[in-house]
């Protein structure tokens, strides 16, 4: 299992999946950014794009481009420009979002709750179908639709249902645990909010959403453009 | 200024920053994260580290960190290994953390609420100075004992405090009129968490955070490891 921070960007050498061709973690993390681009491309009903108009509008080189695309077959000549909904469903088949994803959410605080309402989660197929939490108080509440269980139900709602991925927002003391629940019940993939390292199964993914680290890097930035 | 959503990896041709030595997107990505795990190892009493040890810990490969502290002078040879505090130090100079960032938080629904109660910000030197709310009915309320204020108040507050920072909660129909507002009154960095993309002066730092990127990639992820 690779465990990752929305920093943490590997080199070229260092790449993720099991499959034949091997994909450098850092063109992965690009490429939920294409889908997105090319989402709003073809909501503005443009439909077709040479890599160099789309590296323009992503500040990405036109070449970093076609070397990404180029992990998964090339998309169609360059010269003659990308089909932007072809590309962008391709994008999505590669994501998986075709597919859908079941999700629950484990901590139903301010930042569970946030997500639990971020309705673009719902768009990109990823289908909010549960919310724990192990405060009596919050238990029975709904946050769009769907009723916050009580933590002690985790482990019998992930067997009996199918859950992909589970959204961790709670303190990181609890996470160890939880995560080896959810695991053991079935969860394929964690994004854990949380500092907690996971130390878990090879085929269990793990996406580690560090928030403090964007701001550093907005840190950094500030103080290079104020020189 | 460049526009940087948490999953966006330049090439190491792209830069930031307009110092004489040019340190790739990736490589400042990286440095929150060194940060971090230096912080760790320091609170566990570990005092000097290899790179090869630092390398399996962060599973990054020992010559990609040697690579990457070599944009910042080395920081100590590496036979020797590294000094751990020293390193931390180096890295959280080169951030900014020491001199200390001041940050408003514009937008108290569930998301702005959970990064004003993210203790671990003003671990990093980030000091919340500010929460602005449009909604009357927040008005007055205070979260870790700062008082939100009306959004009318924004510009005026900006004006006559040193605000570094502020990170955008709101919907994406708001950001663009706030972020100019906030910009034209001394605002140097923005953390954005809304879809909207930002044209802003050269010398505006911004940093994007699309939380469905991550659950995009978790999807990606599982779906290579289910193979």
Same mark, same amino acid.
Do not use: M, P, S
């Given at each position: 299992m690779i465990q990752c921070s929305y920093i943490c960007v590997f080199g070229e050498e260092d790449t993720v999946g099991n499959n034949e061709k091997k994909v450098p973690e850092v063109v992965i993390k690009r490429l939920p950014r294409y889908y997105r681009y090319l989402s709003d491309l073809s909501a503005q009903d443009v439909h077709r794009i040479s890599s160099g108009q789309l590296s323009e509008l992503m500040s990405v080189t036109a070449s970093q481009i076609r070397q990404d695309f180029n992990y998964f077959g090339g998309f169609?000549?360059?010269g003659y420009g #990308?089909? $932007?909904d072809y590309l962008r469903d391709e994008i999505a088949n590669i994501l998986g979002l075709s597919d859908g994803n079941t999700m629950i959410i484990v901590g139903a605080g301010n930042l569970g709750s946030a997500?639990?309402?971020?309705?673009s989660f719902e768009k990109r197929g990823f289908k909010l179908v549960g919310i724990f939490d192990s405060d009596e108080s919050k238990v029975g509440r709904e946050i769009r639709g769907i009723r916050i269980m009580h933590q002690a139900q985790l482990? &019998?709602?992930v067997r &009996?249902?199918? $859950?992909? !991925?589970? *959204? +961790?927002? !709670?303190p990181s003391t609890a996470v160890h645990d939880t995560a080896? +629940? +959810?695991?053991?019940?079935g969860v394929k993939g964690l994004l854990n909010f949380s500092r907690a390292e996971l130390d878990l199964p090879k085929d269990v993914a793990v996406e580690h959403v560090h928030l403090s680290d964007s701001l550093m890097t907005l840190g950094y930035k *500030?103080? &290079? #453009?104020?020189?």
């Open positions: 169609g000549q360059q #990308y089909n $932007v997500l639990a309402n971020h309705a482990a &019998e709602f &009996e249902h199918r $859950v992909d !991925i589970a *959204i +961790l927002t !709670i080896q +629940l +959810l695991v053991k019940n *500030i103080k &290079e #453009y104020q020189k």
